[in-house]
């Protein structure tokens, strides 16, 4: 497992890892075409890398998961999960994702 908010964190993984992020790379600003740009781009640099799975938390950066990253997972099999923030014992559920790709993450999880 290893986080990161590298806009390229390739030099740093070895593959077969889990990744996990707040998107603080990852741009809403730049309008809808960047942004699916962007993330495609990011998501196939995992792939290539070997990453297994990734983790996004919403609350910090981004308030859901942002819709092009989800295409762009789904669109190479990646899996990917989003995580919420915790909050005075609450849990608000991610938005974003699709189900089949967080419970797959959530049922091979280890204990650590």
Not at 67 to 84: C, I
Request: aromatic share 4%.
């Amino acid at each position: 497992m290893q986080a990161s908010e590298l806009a390229d964190p390739r030099p740093y993984l070895d593959g077969g890892e889990l990744l996990l992020s707040v998107g603080m790379w990852l741009d809403p600003a730049v309008g809808a075409a960047a942004l699916n740009e962007q993330a495609a781009a990011s998501v196939w640099g995992l792939v290539e890398v070997g990453v297994v799975g990734f983790g996004f938390g919403v609350g910090v950066q981004h308030a859901d998961v942002p819709s092009a990253l989800v295409t762009a997972a789904d669109s190479v099999g990646l899996d990917a999960a989003g995580t919420a923030q915790h909050s005075a014992g609450r849990r608000r559920p991610p938005r974003g994702l699709a189900g089949h790709r967080a419970g797959h993450l959530r049922g091979s999880r280890t204990r650590l």
